[in-house]
């Protein structure tokens, strides 16, 4: 027969129990939250290039629902066939006007233990304000540098 002491013993583990359950799904609900409110793009992808994780950024981008991301049919949900031809010209036209955005396009493999792949996190972080402001720092020294050579040319003059 189970004595008060026992019971208070199991009744004591299942309130320490609960209270780590609560503890693991508030630190679950705070890393969502930054993978959420991160500026970066980020993504999980499956070996077979199936996506099953993007974080808001990426779904905020491309006016996708979670849902689109990871359904079989991505490619074709975003890109009718008829349409893919098409599409890929006018890719290749806003390449070559440069009207587009750089990006930082990472990837890095989760490996088993035999070193297959598992899935790729992969993440993409919008570098174009800072290449522009670059082009523009670069041209700035570069008049900076002309103007101090024709000040010094015309006061030696």
């Known amino acids: 027969m189970a004595s008060n002491q026992d ?3 199991s009744e004591g583990n299942a309130v320490e129990r609960d209270q780590a359950a609560d503890k693991v799904r508030e630190e679950n609900l705070e890393l969502q939250r930054r993978l959420s409110f991160t500026p970066s793009m980020l993504s999980v992808i499956e070996p077979d290039g199936r996506y099953t994780w993007v974080n808001d950024a990426v779904l905020q981008y491309f006016g996708l629902s979670l849902a689109d991301v990871t359904s079989d ?23 070559d006007s440069g009207q587009y955005r750089w990006f930082l396009i990472r990837y890095r493999p989760l490996k088993d233990s035999t ?3 598992v899935r790729w996190y992969g993440s993409a972080t919008d570098i174009e304000d800072g290449k522009r402001a670059k082009e523009v ?21």
């Open 137 to 157: 720092l670069h041209l700035s020294e570069a008049y900076s540098g002309s103007a101090k050579a024709e000040s010094h040319l015309q006061f030696c003059l």
């Open 115 to 117: 070193g297959s792949v």
């Open 73 to 95: 049919d991505l490619r074709r949900r975003v890109v009718h066939p008829d349409d893919f031809q098409r599409v890929r010209e006018e890719r290749q036209r806003t390449l």
């Open 7 to 9: 019971f208070a013993d």
